[in-house]
């Protein structure tokens, strides 16, 4: 990946030869036996208990037996329609295995088991919310990772929502309903740490189709958006989640949309979360097999914050004349190189801010140039984000693809132009390791990958996709990925799973379409 110089040195056409190359490139039972259980004869809202244990697998020892997940599920009901007995026992049962699941996971790798996970309007209903956090617990994850802002949508109350987004719980008598302060509060209780998992720079559709945002969009040479002139990115990672129509990205060097991104986070971190993770702190694909962006016109960084900014790097007016032309054209030819150099007898020769990459010609060091402003913007947008996390004394975290930081042939990147490799050392790391090959070969190369970048101190946590006991979509159980992934990476003693749409897919389906009984 190309960079720009910190010190911003001035460089020359006859010099661009000599710029420095560099790619950024089982529980123990202690559970109790309670008269009441037999005797309520109810049955689960969503799906029964005994199958939910059906895929658990013998390599995940802190599972609950099927036995406590009834018993635990029964009392939850019971409680829900009013029965104080049932619903003393119901916490006293959540107590217990908060304990229990602490002192498995410090007893068994990895120390730290999350789950990803999308909360919908339904949750809002008594019990539900409850329902889904004893799923998670009795499967033996210790955290999650809540979408909080996702699709142009914000987990925050509608009476108590202060961005430009709208709530995910919409319903008026659901209106003081704070869904992010139940599940954080809900998570503790049992045991769970809570990260809130935002979108960063696909701001949604919604974000999209304001009037008073249209300069905090990202546009192309041709003066397109991100809606109209992007690749569906139908991967494992947000195949039943993320909709194409859904993606707006944003220009990371746009004031309207700082500011609109910080007043989110305000909000989130007022609900005191166990941490953030950034996703989506990228560019979106471009059409094609290989997703190449070659040209300056296909870069996203031709809206006016972004483009002034990038203009303002050249060093002299014939820079910039020069900068300027090469961006509303894509090219330059030699007689517009000499007619601009003309019109600037002053300039004896055209000085930008430095970049990485070594260039053999004034064209390839503008393209150099262009990228490297490209992914300092992302770089920008999120560190600032984090920044703004730090105070709060939880981690942050950037979710990303391990291979979206690369070049492409000889003057081509990956379009996403995911600088990875450069997010701050203190940041938790989360590579969405879902190579799919039929074998976990795809997957310990990804990860060796990011283990030859990552420091010493820094938290690498790999995302897998899968269920457990059993091969999906040409992807080995969740149980042979992690041990791949130990092998290759013996120091990591976190790993998370997508999603909880994966291993409940009932759950989750009678959640999003709200097809559950109500008490």
Known sequence: MVALSSAGSPTAIKAVGSLVYRLSCGLSGRMSSLAIASSLGLTPLLGSPEAATAQFAPSNP????????????????????????????????????????????????????????????????PGVLDEVLDRIVSRGYNEIYVEVFYDGQVLLPLNDNPTVWPSVVRSPQLGDRDLLAEVIRKGHERGLKVYAWVFTMNFGYSYGQRGDRVNAVARNGANETTLNRTRSEATAYDSELHSYASQTFIDPYSPEAQRDYELLLHAILERQPDGVLFDYVRYPRLPGGDSVASNVRQLWIHGEASRNALLDRARNDVARSLLDRYLQQGYLREAEIEQIRQEHPDDEQPRWQAVSRPAVSLQNYLWNLSVAHAVQGILDFVHGAVEQVNPHNIPSGAVFFPNGNQPVGEHGFDSRLQPWDRFLPSMEWHPMVYGVCGDTSCLTDQMERVMAFAAEETRVVP?????????????????????????????????????????????????????????
């Open 62 to 125: 802190c599972r609950l037996p099927a036995e406590a997940i009834v018993e635990k599920e029964t009392l939850r009901q019971a409680a829900v329609q009013g029965d104080a007995e049932a619903q003393a026992e119901y916490q006293r049962q959540i107590q217990l295995h908060a304990t229990d699941l602490e002192n498995c996971r410090r007893d068994n790798w990895p120390q730290n088991l999350a789950l990803w996970l999308r909360l919908y309007s339904c949750d809002a209903y």
């Open 463 to 519: 995302a897998l996709a899968g269920v457990w006991g059993e091969s999906v979509t040409n992807r080995p159980s969740l149980e042979t990925q992690m041990s791949a992934i130990r092998q290759v990476a013996p120091s990591v003693n976190s790993v998370s799973h997508f999603a909880y749409s994966w291993q409940f897919p009932e759950s989750d389906r009678d959640r999003k379409a709200c097809t559950i009984p109500r008490p």
